[in-house]
């Protein structure tokens, strides 16, 4: 059984549209976490839910907006993709915040 | 604030040779501290960790001692495989606190 799953895995889509990445975790964890990966590998956190309440909102633009219809499920929707938003996205989750994380294999989205 | 520095890379050694990635962190009291590995096209993994100093993380071959003396944990393996290819992420958790990683370190191991 997969432990945290994110679907899509691959995401193109032209500058403008608007996606939706969704992400589920059978842990029974209570904190959830949205990371960005660009190409020189660098993590920047970008969200972070505990039970299903957003705790860290770190500088993203507005476009950027996270839902947790409960604590097993964060999903991210993007409005008026831009260039700039190409990356690999992350789901993550933890039993508490300071606990180890386990990430979801990433969706690597492609803004043409 | 919390932090964590890792050496920069890429690093590219001969299958069999000896590998360290220098870790070292900074943080009021008595942090966490893990390794994580990412191999090609995948997620990040736990490789191992450390909850106090003097503790020692083991895993698949690699170990790391948590100094707090020299707020350290360097990650070494005594003999690397092609399959070590990957990028290594040092990071810390404190209680109460958000987990922070380093920048990665990109290993790539030739036969």
């Known amino acids: 059984d997969t432990a945290v799953s994110q679907t899509p895995k691959y995401l193109v889509t032209q500058m403008g549209n608007d996606k939706s990445i969704k992400c589920e975790q059978n842990?029974?964890?209570?904190?959830m976490y949205w990371y960005k990966q660009d190409s020189k590998k660098f993590l920047k956190i970008m969200f972070s839910?505990?039970?299903?309440?957003?705790?860290i909102n770190e500088t993203v633009p507005n476009r950027f907006s996270p839902k947790s219809p409960d604590k097993a499920h964060l999903n991210l929707h993007i409005n008026s993709l831009e260039l700039g938003d190409s990356a690999v996205y992350f789901c993550?989750?933890?039993?508490?915040?300071?606990?180890?994380?386990?990430f979801g294999p990433g969706t690597r989205l492609t803004v043409l | 604030g919390d932090s964590v520095t890792q050496m920069e890379g890429p690093v590219t050694l001969s299958e069999e040779a000896f590998l360290t990635i220098n870790c070292t962190y900074t943080?009021?009291?008595?942090?966490?501290l893990f390794w994580y590995v990412q191999y090609p096209g995948e997620g990040l993994q736990l490789l191992l960790k450390?909850?106090?100093?003097?503790d020692k993380g083991s895993n698949k071959g690699f170990e790391a001692t948590y100094r707090k003396e020299t707020t350290s944990f360097h990650l070494e393996k005594g003999s690397v495989q092609v399959s070590d290819s990957a990028v290594y992420f040092c990071a810390l958790s404190h209680t109460g606190n958000q987990f922070y990683f380093g920048t990665g370190t990109s290993l790539t191991v030739i036969p």
């Open positions: 842990l029974g964890h209570d904190t």
């Open positions: 450390a909850t106090k100093a003097d």
């Open positions: 993550a989750s933890s039993r508490q915040a300071y606990n180890e994380q386990f």
């Open positions: 839910y505990n039970n299903k309440e957003l705790i």
């Open positions: 943080a009021t009291g008595y942090p966490s």
